[in-house]
Nanobody, 124 residues
């Protein structure tokens, strides 16, 4: 099982950019699909973006396509989320997540490990 620590959240104006990073410790980072989820106040946690074990396949929820980019570096055990053209509705607590080894992660129920979360606030 991996342990995850996020960084990079903050306050930004609408239209701005932020880059979230997640550092993983533990063995065999490349065994895990990785993802970012977010949870806004009063709402359920939702899938934002995911990336396959080698980094060649990615997927996004519709609301962030063409604005967010997920990437990973297996040599450094890190996964990142570049967020551009941010909107107030992107405001949420963002979580880094790892799936089960060699399994896809597209929903909260498929997550094995969670980070502690990092707050992203977008002002209008």
């Amino acid at each position: 099982q991996v342990q995850l620590v996020e960084s990079g959240g903050g306050l930004v104006q609408a239209g701005g950019s932020l880059r979230l990073s997640c550092a993983a410790s533990g063995r065999s980072f490349s065994f895990y699909e990785m993802a970012w989820f977010r949870q806004a106040p009063g709402k359920e946690r939702e899938f934002v973006a995911g990336i396959g074990r080698s980094g060649t396949s990615t997927r996004y929820t519709d609301s962030v396509k063409d604005r967010f980019t997920i990437s990973r570096d297996n040599a450094k055990n890190t996964v990142s989320l570049q967020m551009n053209s941010l909107k107030p509705e992107d405001t949420a607590l963002y979580y880094c997540a790892a799936g089960q080894p060699f399994r896809a992660v597209r929903a909260s129920t498929e997550v094995q490990s969670w980070g502690q979360g990092t707050q992203v606030t977008v002002s209008s």
